[in-house]
C-alpha cells in the first residue's frame, strides 16, 4: 500500500475533507500510484492536489474518452451560435453519409450514439485511428451496424470523427482547431487535443492495469467473440486490433489528437474546461449558455447500450454523468470519464466543475472507483460553502 506517498497541492478552507478523501484513496493504492485531482466551484479553483513520485500539476496523462466531452463542448457551441441545427439530418452537412441507408439520420441522434456506426466490417489501422477525417470518410460509406436511430451504443473509437466531420463541413474548420482557438488556447487549458511536441516531456505514458486473479477472471469472462458488437467498437477485429492501454503511448496519436480518444492532460485542464464551459472564470462569461448546458446535458440515449450490453445513458456526446456514474449530482450534468480511470465533469446545479486523473489503467475501465469517493467528498464540501 502507498502509505508513504505524500499528497501535494492546495485546497480552499471548507475542502480540507477532499484532501483527507484524497489522501486515504492514495493509501489505498500501489506504491507506484500516480494521480492528480483538481476542482473548481462557480468559477474559482478549490481543489488542486496530486500524487506520487515525479508527478506534479503539470504533468500531462492520456484521457481517453474524456477526450469527446472537449469535442463535444465545440459542437455545443456551434449549436449555440446557429452554426449547427440539432434536428437537421447529417446529409444536409455532409452528402456522402447518406451511403448505406443512414440519409434519414438527424445530427441530435448521432451524438446520441443512436447512428449505429460503431466501426467499419474491416476495422482501422493505428495511422487511420489517428486521423479523423479518415475514419468519416471510411464510415461514410459502412452499412449501420442497427436501423440509424431505432437503439444506441457506444460508439466508443469514432463519436468524435463523426462529430468531427459535420463540424468541418458547416465550418471549414477541424473541431481540433476550433477548439485550440475557442477554447483551450483563451483560458491557457492543459487539455490538448494535439499535444505540441515541446510538451512531450510532461507526458506520463500509460501505466497498464494490473488485474487481481478476480478481476483478471472477470475480464476473462466478458463476451470476446471477434465479431460482436464490442469488438468492432473498440477495434479488435480487423488486421491491426487496437491495444487499448498502449494507444495513447503512440506519438501519432497524441500530436493529431483525434476527437474520440487522443486528448493529453492534467486534472487542471480537465476541470478547467468544465468550469469555463458553466461559470464565469477570470471574469470571461461561460461558454454555453443555461439552455444550451441543458440541452446537451438532457438525457436522449438511455437502457440497454448495444455495445456495452449493459445500461448506460448519454446526452449529446456527453455521458449522463448522474446517471452513469455518480448519482449524488445534479440532473443534467455534463461530462466524461475515460478508459484508463479518468473522471471529468460540470454540475451546472451545484457550479461544480471536477477532474481526476491517475496513470496506471484502473478496473474495470471508464471511471476509477475512487472517483465515487472523491467526486462526493468535494460536492459535499461544495455544497457545505454554497
Known amino acids: ?72 463542448l465545440v459542437a455545443a457551441l456551434l449549436v449555440q451560435d446557429g452554426t449547427l441545427e440539432l434536428d437537421r439530418k447529417v446529409v444536409y452537412y455532409w452528402p456522402e453519409f447518406a451511403a448505406e441507408g443512414k440519409g434519414a439520420l438527424t445530427l441530435r441522434d448521432l451524438l446520441a450514439h443512436r447512428a449505429g456506426l460503431i466501426g467499419t466490417d474491416t476495422g482501422f489501422t493505428l495511422a487511420e485511428l489517428s486521423d479523423d477525417r479518415v475514419i468519416a470518410e471510411r464510415l461514410a460509406d459502412q452499412r449501420p451496424f442497427w436501423r440509424p436511430g431505432t437503439a444506441f451504443g457506444y460508439h466508443a473509437l469514432v463519436i468524435g470523427a463523426l462529430t468531427g466531420e459535420v463540424v468541418r463541413r458547416a465550418t471549414g474548420r477541424t473541431l481540433q482547431e476550433l477548439y485550440e482557438e475557442r477554447i483551450r488556447a483563451p483560458y491557457g487549458l492543459d487539455f490538448h487535443l494535439g499535444l505540441p511536441a515541446d510538451r512531450e516531456p510532461r507526458f506520463r505514458p500509460v501505466q497498464p492495469m494490473l488485474p487481481t486473479p478476480e478481476q483478471q477472471a472477470f475480464l476473462d469472462g466478458l463476451p470476446s467473440g471477434p465479431h460482436t458488437l464490442a469488438a468492432i467498437a473498440f477495434n479488435r477485429h480487423g488486421t491491426e486490433p487496437t491495444d487499448l492501454e498502449g494507444l495513447l503511448g503512440e506519438r501519432q496519436i497524441r500530436a493529431k489528437g483525434p476527437a474520440s480518444v487522443g486528448a493529453v492532460a492534467s486534472a487542471r485542464g480537465l476541470a478547467g474546461m468544465y468550469a469555463a464551459a458553466v461559470s464565469e472564470v477570470d471574469g470571461k462569461a461561460p461558454l454555453l449558455k443555461e439552455d444550451t448546458v441543458a440541452e446537451f446535458g438532457q438525457i436522449h440515449s438511455t437502457g440497454y447500450d448495444l455495445v456495452a450490453r449493459a445500461h448506460k445513458s448519454f446526452g449529446l456526446g456527453f455521458q449522463a454523468t448522474a446517471d452513469t456514474w455518480h448519482p449524488f449530482l445534479g440532473a443534467g450534468t455534463i461530462g466524461h470519464s475515460g478508459a484508463n480511470g479518468t473522471q471529468s465533469f460540470a454540475d451546472p446545479r451545484s457550479g461544480l466543475a471536477y477532474g481526476y486523473t491517475r496513470r496506471r489503467f484502473a478496473f474495470p475501465g471508464g471511471a476509477a472507483p475512487e472517483n465515487n469517493r472523491l467526486a462526493s467528498a468535494v460536492h459535499r464540501a461544495a455544497l457545505a460553502v454554497d
Not at 11 to 23: I, L, Q
Not at 27 to 37: H, N, P, S, V
Not at 44 to 63: F, I, M, N, Q
Open 1 to 72: 500500500m502507498s502509505q508513504e506517498i505524500t499528497v501535494q497541492g492546495t485546497v480552499a478552507e471548507g475542502f480540507e475533507t477532499v484532501r483527507e478523501e484524497f489522501a486515504a484513496v492514495v493509501a489505498g493504492e500501489r506504491d507506484d500510484y500516480e494521480g492528480q485531482l483538481c476542482a473548481y466551484v462557480h468559477g474559482r479553483r478549490v481543489v488542486d492536489l496530486w500524487a506520487g513520485e515525479g508527478v506534479t500539476g503539470e504533468s500531462l496523462y492520456g484521457v481517453y474518452s474524456a477526450t469527446k466531452g472537449a469535442a463535444h
